[in-house]
């Protein structure tokens, strides 16, 4: 049974920082690209971040560049990611997904395979 774990979120206040990770199970990924959506309150799900296994190729929406870093540790099938200098605007469930064609389409929803189940992320003015 495939599986993909978030966990990390929480509430936070403006300016700080939060780790979501990932833990996959059920199959390997290493031929999967990994990534990160968003969905905000009464907003359609939106993408983060991506990254491949390798972690040789990454992948960022314009309004998290610079401020939310994705990684992988394949020895534990974890993928991370840390989101620092949090805005409001950051408010979401954030979701991991697996896809395997992503690849060519990192930023597509539709190109991914396996969801987790989600983790609020809320950040506090």
């Known amino acids: 049974q495939v599986q993909l774990i978030e966990s990390g979120g929480g509430l936070v206040q403006a300016g700080g920082s939060l780790r979501l990770s990932c833990a996959s199970s059920?199959?390997?990924?290493?031929?999967?690209?990994m990534g990160w959506f968003r969905q905000p309150p009464g907003k359609e799900r939106e993408f983060v971040a991506a990254?491949?296994?390798?972690?040789?190729?990454?992948y960022y929406a314009d309004s998290v560049k610079g401020r939310f870093t994705i990684s992988t540790d394949n020895a534990k099938n974890t993928v991370y990611l840390q989101m620092n200098s949090l805005k409001p605007e950051d408010t979401a469930v954030y979701y991991c997904a697996a896809g395997l064609i992503a690849y060519y389409y990192p930023s597509r929803a539709s190109k991914y395979d396996y969801w987790g189940q989600g983790t609020q992320v809320t950040v506090s003015s």
């Open positions: 059920g199959r390997t990924f290493s031929s999967y690209v």
């Open positions: 990254v491949t296994w390798t972690g040789d190729r990454t």
